[in-house]
């Protein structure tokens, strides 16, 4: 009896603790006329001339289901890709404010960079841009996205305007709806009645 019980507890765990992390990778490329997310330094049209594709923005909504740490991880330096700049912003939209950025590591070492932020459930934006094409936001030390960002990305940083960007979100808890633990405790208590019609047999 005492093993039917450690197995219920074993089936139970697995059910009501295992773990979905889910990631989502964002790429694309700066000087991409057909890139949709694409926007200039002003928030307006993305600009195509040699010496103004290192001022556009990259911009994405992110929705975060679950609070806990999520990792954000460039990869495109790596492949000739541009030298990133990476800001995070919590909200959506143009009202969105300032919320981190991977400043320290792109003025000391630059190229692809792995960052965790903990966050809470919710809706934030994410900005990829060229070094040093910073928010103005984050440059002010206050604001919010609809101030723009700097302009001050840098060509010869450029690449082939290639970036990409993968991002971890937090494992999800997984509970087992209240008929599924019906089912499981009818099959249990099977089990445990044929054990006894066995035993007095």
Same mark, same amino acid.
């Given at each position: 009896?005492?093993?039917?019980?450690?197995?219920?507890?074993?089936?139970?765990?697995?059910?009501? =603790?295992?773990?979905?992390?889910?990631?989502?990778?964002?790429? +694309?490329?700066?000087?991409?006329?057909?890139?949709?997310?694409?926007? +200039?330094?002003?928030?307006?049209?993305?600009?195509?001339?040699?010496?103004?594709?290192?001022?556009?923005?990259?911009?994405?909504? /992110?929705?975060?289901?679950?609070? @806990?740490?999520?990792?954000?991880? %460039?990869?495109?330096?790596?492949?000739?890709?541009?030298?990133?700049?990476?800001?995070?912003?919590? =909200?959506?939209?143009?009202?969105?404010?300032?919320?981190?950025?991977?400043?320290?590591?792109?003025?000391?070492? @630059?190229?692809?960079?792995?960052?965790?932020?903990?966050?809470?459930?919710?809706?934030?934006?994410?900005?990829?841009?060229?070094?040093?094409?910073?928010?103005?936001?984050?440059?002010?030390?206050? =604001?919010?996205?609809?101030?723009?960002?700097?302009?001050?990305?840098?060509?010869?940083?450029?690449?082939? %305007?290639?970036?990409?960007? =993968?991002?971890?979100?937090?494992?999800?808890?997984?509970?087992?709806?209240?008929?599924?633990?019906?089912?499981? +405790?009818? @099959? /249990?208590? @099977?089990?445990?009645?044929?054990?006894?019609?066995? +035993?007095?047999?």
């Amino acid at each position: 009896m005492r093993n039917l019980f450690l197995i219920v507890f074993l089936v139970l765990g697995f059910f009501i =603790g295992s773990a979905n992390a889910s990631s989502v990778t964002l790429s +694309g490329h700066f000087n991409d006329h057909a890139n949709s997310v694409l926007v +200039g330094s002003d928030l307006g049209d993305a600009l195509f001339e040699d010496d103004e594709i290192a001022k556009n923005v990259a911009l994405y909504s /992110l929705y975060i289901p679950v609070a @806990g740490s999520v990792s954000f991880h %460039s990869n495109g330096f790596f492949s000739g890709g541009a030298d990133p700049y990476f800001t995070l912003f919590a =909200g959506t939209g143009n009202s969105a404010t300032f919320l981190g950025s991977n400043y320290d590591q792109a003025f000391s070492a @630059g190229g692809d960079f792995d960052l965790s932020f903990v966050l809470s459930a919710g809706n934030y934006m994410v900005a990829m841009s060229v070094f040093a094409n910073m928010s103005l936001a984050e440059n002010y030390n206050s =604001g919010s996205l609809a101030d723009g960002f700097s302009g001050m990305g840098v060509p010869d940083c450029l690449g082939n %305007s290639y970036y990409e960007l =993968g991002i971890t979100l937090p494992d999800s808890q997984t509970v087992p709806e209240p008929c599924t633990l019906l089912l499981m +405790g009818a @099959g /249990l208590a @099977g089990i445990t009645g044929m054990r006894k019609k066995l +035993g007095k047999e």
